[in-house]
Nanobody
C-alpha cells in the first residue's frame, strides 16, 4: 500500500557531504513523523533524526550540528543533509514513516529498503 524509497547514498571522503532523500508513495492520506535511522555492521539500528508533520526536529547527539533533516509535505519526501561526515557515520541509512493510509483510516509504520553511506578516512 505504501512504499518508501531512499536514494542519495554513496562513497564520500571524511569531511564531505551527502544528501539522502526518502520518497513515499501509495495509498497515503497523511504522513506523520518521519525518521532517519542507520545500522552499521554488527550494531543495532539507531535513530539519527526525525521530524514531525509540523516540522519539529530531533537529532542524535552524534550528528547534532552536522546533519539536517527536512521534509516537503507536498512531495511526500524527506531529506537528510549530512555534512562534515566521519568514518563512523558509515552505515546503511533507513527511512521510517508513520502513515495514515487511505480507505482504512489506520496509522501504519513503514520502512524503506535502505541506502548505503560509506565514509572513507
Amino acid at each position: 500500500q505504501v512504499k518508501l524509497v531512499e536514494s542519495g547514498g554513496g562513497l564520500v571522503q571524511a569531511g564531505g557531504s551527502l544528501r539522502l532523500s526518502c520518497a513515499a508513495s501509495g495509498s497515503i492520506f497523511s504522513i506523520g513523523t518521519i525518521g532517519w535511522y542507520r545500522q552499521a555492521p554488527g550494531q543495532q539500528r539507531e535513530l539519527v533524526a526525525d521530524i514531525t508533520s509540523g516540522g519539529s526536529t530531533n537529532y542524535a547527539d552524534s550528528v547534532k550540528g552536522r546533519f539536517t533533516i527536512s521534509r516537503d509535505n507536498a512531495k511526500n519526501t524527506a531529506y537528510l543533509q549530512m555534512s562534515s561526515l566521519k568514518p563512523e557515520d558509515t552505515a546503511v541509512y533507513y527511512c521510517n514513516a508513520h502513515v495514515l493510509v487511505l480507505y482504512g483510516g489506520s496509522w501504519n509504520n513503514y520502512w524503506g529498503q535502505g541506502t548505503q553511506v560509506t565514509v572513507s578516512s
